[in-house]
């Protein structure tokens, strides 16, 4: 097999040299030099050895994807476009699953700072009881030294771009629709309340409860932990209460709500109506398919993955972009009246 030091050997120039000609870097050799190098590695079809560019270079041509929920089919849609985008320039992904742990999310910028990433992008995991923790993570990541860009969560005192929606909108979008259909008790299961898109969410349903002069009543809003055992668990204790309808602040708990509902021989939409948000695929097969929030999931999958590889390439220029939620009507919604 032929390798880096015979195409050198062939073209009589340094090992060097070669390397840089064979990743693009043209101006570091005459013209002709380029060519010889170009046509010697051409004949022997040769593919570099990653390791070895790495060494020259410093780059390896990996990005770090660090997310919250390997289960969340949320995340296994940003995964799959910010593969997709990434390999088309040549990159390889290293993906990092933290449960939601900010512990992990620490250990996890350190291992990939150490195996050379070029950059990161992360949904990082709350932490607003952990003060500790979440200053550490902050620190690390702000430490890194490897450009990172935050896609969909964010913590407060991260300098990094990010790339979301704007989460405070698609919980007022949701409860407005459902006072727009005549619902005025409505509840709320939330997200983890120390994940700042969760508190946004939340922010969003309150400002539309004061819009329409609807009472703020803590006795009938819930935190749930974005998973499907809280919308199902938290759903048994939701369904007690005196409402009509709920806003859930993510697919996968409503998923987990409709559960509690059936099993209380309730109904979706007769009982109560339920509105979600994010928009997972499977919300238009439920047997009621779910009136929810839309993220445009690949749209800020991409973005994010663009950011990053514009800041490889050394322009650092800070982006905070948010695009706008949008309302899908479907089934779990009743018109009050109807
Ligand atoms: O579904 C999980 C939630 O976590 C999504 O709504 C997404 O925004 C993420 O933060």
Redesign the pocket.
Known sequence: MVTIKDIAKEAQVSITTVSFILNGKYDQASEETVQRVLSIAKKYNYSPNPIAVGLVTKKTKTIGLVIP?IQ?V?FGEVAKHVDNEVTRYGYNVILCNTNGNIEEDIKYIDILRRRGIDGLII?PSGGLNETKLQEKMIDTLNKIKIPFVCL??WSEGLTSSRVSIDHCQGGYLATKYLIEQGHRKIGCLT?PLN?H?ARRRLNGYQKALSEFKIPYNQQIVFEGD?RFESGYSKGQKILNNDITAIFIS???MCYGFYKAVRELNKKIPDDISVIG??DLFFSNMLDVPLTTIR?PVETIAVTAAQILLEQIKGNQTYKNIKFQPELIIRKSVRKVGD
Do not use: I, K, T
């Open positions: 929920d969340n949320f949904s969909d969560r997200g994940v898109n974005y993510n697919d996968l948000f994010d993220q």
